[in-house]
């Protein structure tokens, strides 16, 4: 089973920056898209962004132009570069990783969240 483990997370004013990093481990044979998504008080879990293992990205249309993904395949570890923070970001963010272990079988890893909180 994968562990995920985010870090990064804190206090921030808006206009501000945080990076958040998420390093998988465990038994697994490889890990294909991994991700971030969010959950605000009140509303659903949401994609933030997430990339392939080749490096294709995808994001919200909400954090377009402000937040960047990158991976580093050989650390397991996805980062979230999030510039120009809004006080609508604050929010718990989670790491996913899309496992397949040596048998085949695919599944999905979630972390337990890092809190984001914007205020002014």
């Known amino acids: 089973q994968v562990q995920l483990v985010e870090s990064g997370g804190g206090l921030v004013q808006p206009g501000g920056s945080l990076r958040l990093s998420c390093t998988a481990s465990?038994?697994?044979?490889?890990?294909?898209?991994m991700g971030w998504y969010r959950q605000a008080p009140g509303k659903e879990r949401e994609l933030v962004a997430d990339?392939?293992?080749?490096?294709?990205?995808n994001f919200s249309e909400s954090v377009k132009g402000r937040f960047t993904i990158s991976r580093d395949n050989a650390k397991n570890t996805v980062y979230l570069q999030m510039n120009s923070l809004k006080v609508e970001d604050t929010a718990v963010y989670y790491c996913?990783?899309?496992?397949?272990?040596?048998?085949?079988?695919?599944?999905?890893?979630w972390g337990q969240g890092t809190l984001v909180c914007v205020f002014s």
């Open positions: 996913k990783a899309e496992v397949t272990t040596a048998w085949g079988l695919r599944y999905n890893g």
């Open positions: 465990g038994t697994m044979f490889s890990i294909n898209t």
């Open positions: 990339i392939t293992r080749d490096g294709i990205t």
